[in-house]
């Protein structure tokens, strides 16, 4: 155990403890993916863990517009001077993303198919300098931050997808 982290166990006191591995924990509708880049801080043996849902409804003729509303927490490893707790190697992405599904006709068949609809998103316990540049790496992986544990006014409604989007994350 690492100064009261499990690196076992490293979802344990944090707000995906009880969440399902991978995409496992995404609720899709009977018949019916943010795609991250990761850093130089690799990934714990311990499968990230989410928790959401995909709905769909109607959007213009012939289109379908399919919402996906989820958090995703991933486990770094991390050596015992790197992380403190378990925020400092479990950072979160929450997204709210629609997607729309055009078919051809009424589209052009160039239209056709699947597009990127509005969004918006949520990070949380993020290298901040990394992630600016699209690169998911733990809090503990800026250089210039120092390791702070759980971000103030850190709850566990913001990483909740049936709740609302938190208006600001934790890199500003």
Known sequence: MLSGVDLDRPFDR????????????????PGHR????????GLSQVPPRMTGSLTAK???????IVHAS???????????????SPADIVPFVREEQDYVLRKAPPFAKA??????????????????????????APQYADKGRPV??????????AYDPTKPLPSLDTCG
């Open 58 to 64: 109607p959007g213009g003729k012939g289109e379908l």
């Open 14 to 29: 944090t707000p995906a403890a009880n969440w399902r591995e991978g995409i496992a924990g995404i609720t899709v509708p």
């Open 111 to 136: 239209d056709a198919g699947l597009s990127i609809g509005e969004g918006s998103g949520y990070t949380s316990r993020m290298a901040c300098d990394a992630i600016k540049t699209g690169i998911l």
């Open 34 to 41: 943010y795609f991250t880049l990761i850093g130089a801080k």
């Open 148 to 157: 702070v544990g759980v971000p103030v006014g850190d709850d566990a409604a």
């Open 70 to 84: 989820y958090a995703v927490a991933y486990a770094f490893d991390a050596r015992p001077d790197e992380a403190r």
